[in-house]
């Protein structure tokens, strides 16, 4: 499912012209009528998702202007009023925008939000002696280099207790037997 999805971000800007102009053409067959074809939704929603909002809203707009130029056509032989499609053009237009925006909102956090999971997920290759990081490329590299250019951590260094009597054991304190130093006995 996954590989169908990415395969069709690849191609979603003709996905989104072709369900346009196969919904242009059913609009057109169907002729004049005050509704909203929820059709126009399908491909709006589709480049939004895959493409810059912009896309999607040039879209919305082509497609409300086609499909007033088909009521306009359809009208000419009908004796509906001119003022019927200018609303109805109207509550298309605000209604496609909105489900641009919408959707353009959503695969940005969503798209944000696989960023993030993808950031440190998985299986880390991890040396046993010096603890360096295999990357992607096959090197090796810190863990500090590692994690933070995969995620948003940062590192500060210091020293744990342990080390700090092994490694610097002039500069420490004495190790006693008490484990927590907040309790004391007499």
Known sequence: MRKFVLHLGKWAMLWA??????TLVVDYMIGPRIVFPLTF???????????????AIMLAAFLCAMRQAISVHWLSE??????????NTLVQMVVLFTV??????????QHALEARVRSLEGILPVCG??????????LWESIETFIS??????????????CGHDH????????TENPNPA????
């Open 17 to 22: 012209l072709g369900l346009s102009a196969l």
């Open 41 to 55: 939704i399908f491909p709006v929603a589709l480049l939004a998702w895959f493409r810059p909002c912009r896309w």
């Open 78 to 87: 009908t004796e509906f009023d001119i003022t019927f499609i200018l609303i």
């Open 100 to 109: 641009a925006l919408l959707v353009a909102r959503i695969a940005r956090q």
């Open 129 to 138: 002696f010096c603890k360096k990081i295999r990357n992607e490329n096959n």
């Open 149 to 162: 250019r995969n995620s948003q951590a940062q590192f500060t260094h210091s020293v744990c207790p342990d």
């Open 168 to 175: 610097y054991p002039q500069f420490c304190d004495p190790v």
């Open 183 to 186: 309790v004391t006995t007499k």
